[in-house]
Nanobody, 129 residues
């Protein structure tokens, strides 16, 4: 059984930086993509960023482009999300997600939560003024 564990969240002031980590454990035959999503109270889970595991191709939601960087370390089975210049509206519970079936690599399906098989429990990022 695959498990994802996120870490690195916290309470920071606007303009600060944080780096989130997500460690994958368990049996993973082939990873197509990893992604980060976020969810604020009363809102739907939204796509933040994704990375193709083999090629390293990256995708970003428009509001985080230039501020967030996704990366992965296959040797450590870990995906990262480096966040700089954090804004108040970045406040959310951040989840990492794993695609083992290949659904995320079709067209822009990497943006959909339905393309991912496994999810972590989330790490809270809170940005204050």
């Amino acid at each position: 059984q695959v498990q994802l564990v996120e870490s690195g969240g916290g309470l920071v002031q606007a303009g600060a930086s944080l780096t989130l980590s997500c460690v994958i454990s368990g049996r993973t035959f082939y990873i197509y993509s990893m992604a980060w999503f976020r969810q604020s109270p009363g809102k739907e889970r939204e796509f933040v960023s994704a990375i193709r595991w083999t090629t390293g191709v990256r995708y970003y939601e428009d509001s985080v482009k230039g501020r967030f960087t996704i990366s992965r370390d296959p040797d450590k089975n870990t995906v990262y999300l480096q966040m700089v210049s954090l804004k108040l509206n970045d406040t959310a519970l951040y989840y990492c997600a794993l695609d083992l079936k290949g659904l995320s690599i079709m067209s822009e399906h990497y943006r959909s939560p339905l393309s991912y098989d496994s999810w972590g429990r989330g790490t809270q990022v809170s940005v204050s003024s």
